[in-house]
């Protein structure tokens, strides 16, 4: 197998590894939080500082953005073909990977008596730009693998986008002024439905990495 081969391969397993071991993160560091509640709380609240897990989830995501960011630059190497949006793509998981990842993991989503501490603020907009980001991911790859290429993946890039900016929005009541509305109590559930809807398209795009190197 040839070099760029191999890195491609490697780089859409660090996306499985990546994708596989943010959700089972999420879940087991969620059972050392005393009192914390899987779909009511933020996945970003294992990583404040009143967390007995901080540290550990913390340095997990830094884990977990070098890995994207590896992600994309494989992801760029085997799409270059199309240059113009593999290129647009790649940039988009990197940046995905600097602010889900490095973003979450060096800025702690802290409060105080007036809202947000100015880590909170850094750790909110660097997730927020990593967010829309991948939001728009879905539309470049549809350049990217055409419907000509392969009509089922230019199908599921459509439901992607659509529920990705469906959960998207439910997440958004949060801000609601009213804290006790049903979507504002379900916060964590929407986020985890957006994430695992993201993770279930990078793995898709990663699976396709690597069958398009076993077919060369």
Known sequence: ???????????????????????????????????????????SRLGSSISPVSAEISQWWIILGVLFIFF?????????????????????????GIGEGFG???????????????????????????????????LVMRKVITRNENPAFYRLSQIIFISGLFFTLLFL?????????FFSIYKGLWQRLFILNTYVYFLSIAFYMIRKQKSV
């Open 173 to 181: 009541f949060r801000y609601l002024p009213d804290v006790n509305n």
């Open 104 to 138: 979450s993991g060096a800025f702690k989503a802290d409060h105080d008596a007036n809202g947000l501490t100015a880590s909170g603020i850094y750790h909110e907009i660097l997730g927020g730009i990593g967010v829309i980001a991948i939001l728009l991911l879905p």
């Open 72 to 96: 994309g630059i494989g992801f760029y190497k085997a799409f270059q073909k199309q240059e113009r949006y593999a290129k647009l793509a790649s940039v988009i998981i990197v940046i995905y």
């Open 1 to 43: 197998m040839k070099k760029r081969s191999i890195l491609i391969v490697l780089s859409a397993a660090s996306c499985i590894i990546a994708c596989a071991g943010d959700i089972g993160a999420q879940f087991a560091f969620g059972t050392f939080f005393p009192g914390y509640n899987q779909l009511k709380d933020t996945v």
